[in-house]
């Protein structure tokens, strides 16, 4: 049962262009998401996050959007640059869980590649 | 300054064996977690300690047992290895609030044969 979805196994994009990441989830009691992104061989790094009290949260050239009532929420990067190529896995919890009892559910992982 | 460091990187044996997969961090956290990404790339949550006590124990088989000597170290022991346990393993640590976000280390590749 997949509560966080990523759809789209890869995202081919041009440098300086924008990339939109796609995330749908299920379950209604998620209320916290986050992005991470992995390079090869590496563990994935925390990259932005957002609580389901807002709909939107911006970090430089990352932004997340969160649609509530669709259960979906998507990352923009502009402008994209090579070393944004990289898996993006979207990430989601309930913040009523609570305290140390913090378990992260992910997606499968989109691949972005960003063309020179 | 490897912030989550584990050993070793990679991982290959025989079924049946018994094996360990140690993960440290220096970043003062007081939570450390265990993730299982198998073949279909799904990362799960397999263990989570805090402070050196087991707080998630997400119906893992008995045959993984996780160990906390200290705060900094989380260590993943694994008995009678079955083809279906390769995977990569990592390791994370987090200070331990709801909003703080996990950092990871680069996994351990381990393969079953």
């Known amino acids: 049962d997949q509560q966080v979805k990523q759809n789209s196994p890869s995202l081919s994009v041009q440098e300086g262009r924008i990339s939109i990441l796609n995330c749908d989830y299920t379950n209604s009691m998620f209320d916290y998401f986050l992005w991470y992104k992995k390079y090869p061989a590496e563990g994935p790094t925390f990259l932005i996050s957002?609580?389901?009290?807002?709909d939107k949260n911006e970090d430089g050239r990352f932004t997340v959007f969160l649609n509530k009532s669709a259960k979906h929420l998507s990352l923009h990067i502009v402008p994209s640059q090579p070393g944004d190529s990289a898996v993006y896995f979207c990430?989601?919890?309930?913040?009523?869980?609570?305290?140390?009892?913090?378990?992260?559910?992910f997606g499968k992982g989109t691949l972005l590649t960003v063309n020179p | 300054d490897t912030a989550v460091s584990q050993t070793p990187k990679y991982l290959v044996t025989q079924m049946g064996n018994d094996k360990s997969i140690k993960c440290e961090q220096n970043?003062?956290?007081?939570?450390m977690y265990w993730y299982k990404q198998d073949s279909k790339k799904f990362l799960k949550i397999m263990f989570s300690?805090?402070?050196?006590?087991?707080?998630i124990n997400e119906t893992v088989p008995n045959r993984f047992s996780p160990k906390s000597p200290d705060k900094a170290h989380l260590n993943l022991h694994i008995n009678s290895l079955e083809l279906g346990d390769s995977a990569v393993y990592f390791c994370?640590?987090?200070?331990?609030?709801?909003?703080?976000?996990?950092?990871f280390g680069n996994g351990t590749r381990l393969t079953v044969t």
């Open positions: 970043l003062g956290h007081d939570t």
């Open positions: 994370a640590s987090s200070s331990g609030g709801s909003l703080a976000p996990l950092h």
């Open positions: 990430a989601a919890t309930s913040l009523h869980s609570g305290g140390s009892n913090y378990k992260l559910t």
């Open positions: 957002i609580s389901s009290i807002k």
């Open positions: 300690y805090n402070n050196k006590e087991l707080i």
